[in-house]
């Protein structure tokens, strides 16, 4: 299968840890209050081999970019809510139109985060991970 023949090198996908950013991106609609400093960052059960394990068997490289040849890194930023659900994903650094709607949709699927603690309650807050698409050399 060439999914098998093309694997998705999550090893070398760098997991940001949960980057809570000091200024909101530009077009957030303000609709979650979020906190910056002084908390307990967001994490998914069962750490980074979890969150590159689930991206392994859920991520599917596009038909046409691989009869292209075609990789790069899409790096998402998302919102972990207070309820561990994930919201408002979107790429802030593209790589393809296909690339970036396959990684945005399997953020989209990850849910149950343990979320960000700030003053012993849950809040919002924004994490930052890149998806790497490469063919296996």
């Known amino acids: ?27 957030d609609d303000d609709s979650y209050p979020l906190y910056f400093n002084g908390f307990t960052i967001a994490y998914y059960p069962g750490g980074e081999d979890s969150l590159r394990s689930f991206l392994e068997n859920n991520l599917v490289y596009p038909q046409l970019c691989v009869e292209d040849s075609i990789e790069g890194t899409v790096l998402l930023q998302f919102v972990i809510l207070s309820t561990g659900k994930v919201d408002s994903v979107r790429a ?11 990684a945005i949709r399997v953020a989209s699927l990850l849910d ?14 924004w994490y930052t991970l890149p998806i790497r698409f490469r063919f296996n050399r």
């Not at 060439?2 to 809570?20: D, E």
């Open 1 to 27: 299968m060439i999914n098998r023949l093309l694997q998705i090198v999550c090893a070398a996908l760098v997991v940001s840890i949960a980057t809570a950013q000091s200024k909101q991106p530009k077009d």
């Open 92 to 102: 802030v650094r593209k790589a393809h139109p296909l690339l970036d709607q396959e």
């Open 112 to 125: 149950n985060w343990i979320p960000a603690v700030m003053n012993g309650e849950p809040v919002n807050c």
